[in-house]
């Protein structure tokens, strides 16, 4: 597994996991943020990025989250996790694997109808969006549509560069679609967990985040006012104060 690595804070690592066809990249607005507090390990999962694929197992959400724990090694860790990110940091947690959890917009509580949009939603962006003329990412108006999905904001046109190369360059898309349009987070998390949503959020719709109250009542709750799905586009230093609140939480819960 490839990882972006920034040490500077002197906190426990901070593990930073991407959505589908996003690479550690998604992260780079936050990660000096967190820096701060933590050694920020921002990974590229199996089949993304600079990250060979898993073999012989299919790349569901457990599956994934048992290769970032491998990764690791014994050593505890703090993760914070967007969209399928976030379903791995929920499965981390739930395993006693990680310190604290941040799950942004986590797959894992789609149901019925949104299942089906959802992988309309994504296969649609995925045969698009790398056709795009690059020449076109100059106008913020292309910019702002071809990004209408994740972000409330135009992006800056290198960063969607970035973010379109890693869409088409994604060998584990096919086989990790399929894990997390039929996932279903179960279980209890026994470590500070903070679950945000976008407030306009266009993938994992907002309507979700009541289930995931039901399903994490013990959890810290909260939108990200003016966010869509990716909000580390849209305001990064929010989420940089999200995942820093949780891991706080995670010191001040330990023993003396």
């Known amino acids: 597994m490839r990882l972006h690595h920034v040490r500077r804070g002197s906190g426990a690592p901070l593990v930073l996991l991407h959505g589908i066809g996003d690479s550690h990249r998604m992260w780079t607005n936050v990660m000096g943020r967190l820096a ?28 994934l ?22 379903g791995v940091a929920l499965e981390l947690g739930r395993a006693g694997r990680a310190r604290s959890v941040t799950a942004i917009s986590p797959v894992g509580f789609a149901r019925g109808w949104e299942r089906r949009y959802l992988r309309m939603s994504l296969g649609m962006t995925r045969t698009v969006a790398p056709r795009i003329p ?24 290198a960063e969607l560069g970035g973010a379109i190369d890693d869409l088409g360059l994604a060998p584990g898309w096919d086989a990790a679609l399929d894990g997390l349009v039929s996932y279903d987070f179960e279980g209890a998390v026994d470590v500070p ?40 586009w849209d305001d990064p230093e929010r989420v940089a104060r999200v995942i820093l609140a949780t891991t706080a939480r995670a010191r001040s819960d330990k023993p003396n």
């Open 65 to 86: 989250a048992d290769a970032v724990a491998a990764f690791m090694g014994g050593e505890p860790f703090h993760v914070a996790g967007n969209s399928l990110g976030g």
């Open 193 to 232: 967990v903070t679950v945000a949503w976008g407030e306009h959020d266009r993938l994992l719709l907002p309507r979700q985040s009541a289930r995931a109250r039901t399903a994490l009542p013990s959890a810290h709750h909260e939108w990200l006012r003016g966010c869509g799905h990716i909000p580390t």
């Open 36 to 63: 701060r507090a933590h050694e920020v390990i921002a990974v590229d999962l199996p089949g993304f990025g600079g990250s060979r694929t898993l073999r012989d197992t299919e790349p569901t959400p457990a599956a």
């Open 134 to 157: 690059r020449r076109a990412l100059a106008s913020p108006l292309v910019r702002r549509l071809v990004a209408l999905q994740m972000s409330e904001r135009p992006i800056p046109r």
